[in-house]
């Protein structure tokens, strides 16, 4: 099983950006599809956005589609999130999580089909 660890999360100005690293080990990143997900203070857990096992798609929830980009360094085993224009509604717990897929390009969007996850990074925009 893959352990991962986030961080970059912070406080940070509503238009403003960060960039939040997910480093894995125990397996490569290569075998896995890639989620970030984000619970704020008293609401569910939601999906921010996934990446394919085979790095070809990537998924993002209609609220960050368009200032969040998933990406994947193979080399350094680690996963990124750029989160740019934020907003105070993005300030949340920020997590990665990892899924066995049997499908290269498959992405999972329910949190309970994630094998791996992180400790989470928090996230605080301000108006």
């Known amino acids: 099983q893959v352990q991962l660890v986030e961080s970059g999360g912070g406080a940070v100005q509503a238009g403003g950006s960060l960039r939040l690293s997910c480093a894995a080990s125990?397996?490569?990143?290569?075998?896995?599809?890639l989620g970030w997900f984000r619970q704020a203070p008293g609401k569910e857990r939601e999906f921010v956005g996934g990446l394919s096992r085979s790095g070809a798609r990537t998924l993002y929830s209609d609220s960050v589609k368009g200032r969040f980009t998933i990406s994947r360094d193979n080399a350094k085993n680690m996963a990124f999130l750029q989160m740019n224009s934020l907003k105070p509604d993005d300030t949340a717990i920020y997590y990665c999580?990892?899924?066995?897929?049997?499908?290269?390009?498959?992405?999972?969007?329910?949190?309970?089909?994630?094998?791996?996850w992180g400790q989470g990074t928090q996230v605080t925009v301000s108006s």
């Open positions: 999580a990892a899924a066995v897929t049997a499908t290269p390009t498959y992405i999972v969007i329910g949190g309970k089909e994630y094998d791996s």
């Open positions: 125990g397996r490569t990143l290569l075998t896995y599809c």
